[in-house]
């Protein structure tokens, strides 16, 4: 009977290369679990170089007879790079790409008993492979950084699904082609059986299809006559096709999700559904601190719903490379819009480099096609120059691979070949005040509008620490606001995604000297800084009330002790200001300096304060009382304290209950508040953890409170209660329990979708 399982667990770990280790050399293995990182870094200050190095990860898989009896193979969500898989010393597979899947049949090489499955894999920056040749301004960090799953199969199985659907707005047609691949001869005719679900998974149809011979694919459609739901950004609906296979002996089935949706990049912009939606996008690296790209399904998901539900974003670019499959799972359960691109960062190498990346880019493709949250295919290496040849055969390779999307090719150069469906720019032309964007044609050079995107912007031009100072941080805020603004302005541009959403680890040659990009408009624990505010204030205030000044309301934080300009990111209608004497007076959104903006922000500043006593020389410094209004409906309300004091410290965690050996993780947050409840810009303590023995901190297990905040993910082990202890030199001593469970089953159902 088919079946999978998860192998994450039980693995041995050693440095350097060797396919046949002897037993010594085994016995003085690490034993880790998945995913895994095969160098955990400091978060700032490390030698990158240590990544550079070959590692070997070790498996001893059992085999009985009924387990020969069946074609066994590995499948590699994710594992960097330059993978090779060996059984009892015989190479089975080789996958160089450290961003795709790949499997690994065991079968020809398996016997009775125990088998040594090798995995060596280099964290080498070979030149050969992409995205490396060049200077790269992200770190790539080795490891089985994704699930490993074993899949019991009989002669054949059912590789992949392709889900199609075409005229969704009138009556959705849907095609389904099944990918089969054969591992032994089939005799007999083969029936194959595709049910089609509905959102709420009732079967809406089903059809039967007969095989005299075999066939490497097979095509079947599916018209919906009434009631389609269509997936979108608010209703995120999802259908399911799953496909079952039996022949004489032999069994399988695979299933996928899928939407429908009508996408475009047209010149008037982005239409969804024949809807135009501004794009407000954010750039995501994969990347966490300490542990690299070694997170699991949890802290993915996690990471969609705070770009889409915590701060509001409609869509993520993968920059740059595919991400986790547990990731975009989630942003199609979420309605999060995702523009997918191929590894790579300025450099193009030679003749077989590219070959790769076209390999890159046919992975990318067959993995994915069917999330409907993917709007676009990245298809051109970022930043890079053109190349007439490679990149007309990375278009035309996407385009026969999925006819339903569009493709686009981030660049950074004014005048560049345009091969791609949509001309995708990173604007980074505000620094020095005179311009917020370019204007399309300007930057395409072309006689007529085109699609265009805006793929990166502020970042570098402006890095900045959650730790600055309040006018560097108004800065921040003020040049968010001004390309946002921009960009909305303009309906020949599509939206404008924002570089980028959390700090992280780089090379030598770029950050801060630390070793950090200090780009985001998070931390890399993923705590906002006041320019995350820029974005969530932009939803409507029935998905989330926002009320952020970008202040930390101390007399003497800003130079001469001014305490204008007040910035206040809001989607509120009119803020209200209360002093303690008794003066109230209200204030407005500043159309004026931003009139494109959904959700222009409320600046107080010398012009519209007249002789309102909020704070300056000659005024008492005292507490504020801010209340954001929709209607005459108070909606939200803020006390700033004139004189802080350390009151409370908050620990959260994202969740409690925790999967057993799976990877799965929480992150915990730890802030020191005010009598007020907000945070405390400038405290800082020391505190160290304690955990139960089936739980792990994820770094060091002693960190400072750096601008009033800590942060740590903890990972889950065995089933059972655990705790996390906190020890304050400030405050006591604070506990969470967190539940450990296992999953029912072991085997799940076999879904490659």
């Not at 699904?161 to 990918?179: E, F, R």
């Not at 399904?297 to 969609?304: I, N, W």
């Not at 989630?330 to 003749?351: K, P």
């Amino acid at each position: 009977m088919p079946c999978k399982t998860l192998l994450n667990n039980h693995w041995l770990f050693l440095e350097g290369h060797a396919i046949s280790p002897s037993s010594s050399d085994l016995s003085q293995a690490q034993q880790v679990d998945l995913p895994h990182n095969a160098v955990d870094i400091p978060l700032n200050y490390f030698d990158e170089t240590r990544l550079h190095r070959d590692f070997s990860y070790y498996y001893t898989l059992e085999c009985s007879e009924a387990d020969l009896s069946q074609f066994m193979l590995l499948h590699f969500a994710g594992a960097l790079s330059n993978a090779k898989v060996y059984v009892n010393g015989q190479l089975v597979a080789e996958h160089s790409d450290g961003y795709t899947p790949f499997d690994a049949l065991l079968t020809p090489q398996l016997k009775l008993g125990a088998n040594l499955i090798s995995v060596l894999l280099s964290g080498v920056e070979n030149p050969a492979i992409p995205p490396f040749g060049g200077a790269i301004d992200y770190l790539c960090f080795p490891g089985i950084y994704r699930d490993v799953t074993l899949h019991h199969h009989d002669a054949a199985r059912i590789k992949n699904l392709k889900v199609q659907s075409q005229n969704v707005l009138a009556q959705p047609l849907i095609n389904v082609d099944a990918y089969l691949q054969q591992f032994a001869p089939i005799s007999g005719p083969i029936e194959l059986v595709f049910d089609l679900y509905d959102p709420a998974a009732e079967l809406l149809a089903s059809q039967h299809l007969r095989l005299d011979q075999w066939a490497d694919s097979v095509n079947c459609q599916f018209n919906l006559t009434e009631g389609a739901l269509l997936w979108d950004c608010d209703n995120p609906y999802l259908y399911q096709i799953k496909v079952s296979l039996s022949a004489q002996d032999c069994l399988d089935s695979c299933q996928s999700r899928f939407g429908l949706r009508e996408a475009e990049f047209r010149t008037e912009g982005f239409f969804l559904n024949n809807q135009r939606l501004e794009i407000i996008g954010v750039n995501r690296h994969q990347s966490y601190p300490y542990v690299g790209y070694a997170m699991g399904k949890r802290a993915q998901q996690l990471d969609a719903e705070l770009i889409k539900n915590e701060q509001g974003f409609n869509l993520v670019r993968t920059s740059h490379y595919p991400q986790s499959p547990d990731f975009l799972d989630r942003c199609d359960e979420l309605g999060l819009l995702v523009f997918e691109e191929i590894a790579g960062w300025q450099h193009i190498g030679d003749e077989a480099w590219q070959q790769k990346s076209l390999d890159n880019v046919r992975a990318m493709i067959q993995r994915d096609w069917n999330h409907p949250s993917i709007i676009l295919w990245g298809v051109r290496i970022n930043e890079s120059p053109d190349n007439h040849e490679f990149y007309a055969k990375t278009n035309r390779l996407a385009r026969q691979l999925d006819p339903t999307r569009q493709t686009g090719g981030v660049r950074c150069i004014q005048d560049s070949e345009f091969l791609e469906d949509v001309y995708t720019m990173n604007d980074f032309v505000l620094g020095d005040g005179s311009k917020n964007l370019r204007s399309p044609q300007n930057v395409t050079g072309l006689a007529k509008p085109v699609p265009y995107l805006v793929t990166e912007y502020a970042g570098h031009m402006f890095p900045t620490k959650r730790t600055d100072c309040e006018s560097w941080q108004i800065e921040h805020v003020m040049r968010h606001l001004k390309v946002l603004d921009a960009s909305h302005a303009n309906p020949n541009i599509s939206g404008a995604i924002t570089w980028c959403l959390f700090d992280y680890n780089t090379h030598r040659d770029f950050g801060s000297g630390d070793k950090v990009c200090y780009h985001g408009i998070n931390d890399a624990f993923r705590m906002p800084k006041f320019a995350a505010s820029v974005y969530a204030s932009q939803q409507p205030a029935s998905k989330q009330v926002v009320l952020k000044p970008v202040t930390y309301w101390t007399r003497g934080e800003r130079p001469e002790a001014k305490p204008l300009p007040l910035v206040i990111l809001t989607n509120c209608e009119r803020v209200e200001i209360f002093m303690p004497t008794g003066e109230c007076k209200s204030f407005f959104a500043d159309r004026a300096m931003f009139p494109n903006l959904p959700n222009p922000p409320v600046v107080i500043d010398e012009w519209n304060l007249g002789d309102f006593p909020l704070g300056d020389w000659g005024y008492a410094w005292n507490d504020l009382r801010i209340r954001g209004y929709i209607g005459e409906q108070m909606v939200e309300e803020l006390w700033l304290a004139a004189s802080t004091l350390p009151s409370r410290l908050l620990v959260e965690a994202q969740t409690q209950t925790l999967l057993a050996k799976q990877g799965d993780v929480s992150r915990v947050t730890i802030q020191a508040l005010d009598q007020n409840g907000l945070l405390l810009p400038y405290f800082k303590d020391v505190l160290s953890f304690e955990t139960s023995a089936n739980l792990q901190v994820l770094g060091p297990k002693v960190l400072s409170i750096d601008g009033g905040v800590a942060a740590l993910w903890v990972r889950a082990y065995d089933e059972g209660e655990a705790f996390l202890k906190i020890h304050s030199q400030t405050f006591a001593e604070q506990q969470l329990i967190f539940q450990i469970t296992s999953e029912t089953t072991e085997q799940l159902e076999v879904n490659h979708g």
